[in-house]
C-alpha cells in the first residue's frame, strides 16, 4: 500500500470436509481446477488473496486466507466466488476477522516491520488474531497511550524478522484490531510474544483469542495437500 486509499483486511479460517477426499480423483482435480479460476477472477478484480495451510494445526481449521481490497464488496464477491466454486463448495468457515488498515496514531513514519505483508512477498508463517483493549485503555490520556505504546513497539523492533500488520475493526467485528504477523522465524516470533508478555500494555487487554497460525502455501499446493491428486 503506497497511498492513502483505503484498504479493508480480512482474515479467513476454513475447514475442509473430509467428504471432499473420497470423492473420484477426476473430480477432485477438477474441482481444484475451479477454485483456482476463481481466485484469478477475483485477483483481476482487485482483491489480494495470501493463502496458508493448516492441516493437523487447530482443530476444524485447514486454510487461512488473507483477503486485502479497496472495498469490503470486493471481499464479499471473492468470497461468495470461491464458496460456489468446485473445492470452495467443501470449505467452511471457521473464524472471520475484518479490518480496516489506517495510519497508525503512535507511529510517525512505519517501518517495513509495520508495513508487513502490504509490501513484498509473504514470509514462511502468518499469524493472525482478533484483538481488544478496555475501556480504561481509551480513557487514558495521549500522552499516557503514546508511553506505553513506544515500550511496545522498542520490544517490536528489537525483533526485525518480524512484520506485523495493524488493521482497525472498530465498529465491523467484534474486536478492536485484527492484527497478524508474518515471519520466516516461529522461535524469534515466540521469544517476542513472551517478552511482550511483560509490557505495561498487556494490562489493557480484553481479548486476543483465536490465534490463528498457517504455513504460507500457494492455492495449488494447497490443492495438492489437501488431496486434489492421489500423489
Keep these: 500500500m503506497t497511498d492513502d486509499r483505503p484498504l479493508f483486511v480480512q482474515a479467513v479460517a476454513l475447514g475442509l470436509d473430509p467428504a ?9 482435480a477438477e474441482d481444484a481446477r475451479l477454485l483456482l479460476d476463481a481466485e484469478t477472477r477475483s485477483a483481476e478484480a ?14 476444524g ?4 486466507m488473507l483477503r486485502l481490497a479497496p472495498t469490503l464488496d470486493a471481499i464479499e464477491s471473492a468470497g461468495a466466488r470461491f464458496a460456489r466454486c468446485g473445492l470452495g463448495r467443501y470449505l467452511t468457515v471457521r ?11 503512535y507511529v510517525t513514519k512505519p517501518t517495513d516491520q509495520e508495513r508487513s505483508i502490504l509490501d513484498g512477498e509473504p ?3 502468518l499469524i493472525a488474531y482478533p484483538f481488544t483493549k478496555t475501556a480504561e485503555w481509551y480513557l487514558l490520556s495521549r500522552e499516557a497511550r503514546q508511553g506505553i505504546m513506544n515500550e511496545h513497539m522498542r520490544v517490536g ?3 526485525p524478522t518480524i512484520r506485523q500488520l495493524l488493521a482497525s475493526s472498530f465498529g465491523i467485528d467484534d474486536a478492536d484490531f485484527l492484527v497478524a504477523y508474518d515471519t520466516d522465524d516461529l522461535v524469534a516470533y515466540v521469544d517476542l510474544v513472551r ?6 500494555g498487556r494490562r489493557s487487554t480484553v481479548s486476543d483469542r483465536p490465534m490463528l497460525l498457517g504455513i504460507h502455501r500457494r492455492l495449488e499446493e494447497f490443492a495438492e495437500m489437501a488431496g486434489a491428486t492421489d500423489d
Design 20 to 28: 471432499w477426499r473420497r470423492l473420484e480423483a477426476g473430480v477432485r
Design 46 to 59: 482487485g482483491v489480494r488473496a495470501l493463502t496458508y495451510s493448516s492441516f493437523g494445526l487447530e482443530p
Design 61 to 64: 481449521v485447514d486454510m487461512l
Design 95 to 105: 473464524h472471520s476477522l475484518l479490518g480496516l488498515v489506517q495510519p497508525s496514531q
Design 123 to 125: 514470509r514462511r508463517y
Design 157 to 159: 523492533r528489537a525483533h
Design 195 to 200: 517478552e511482550l508478555r511483560a509490557t505495561e
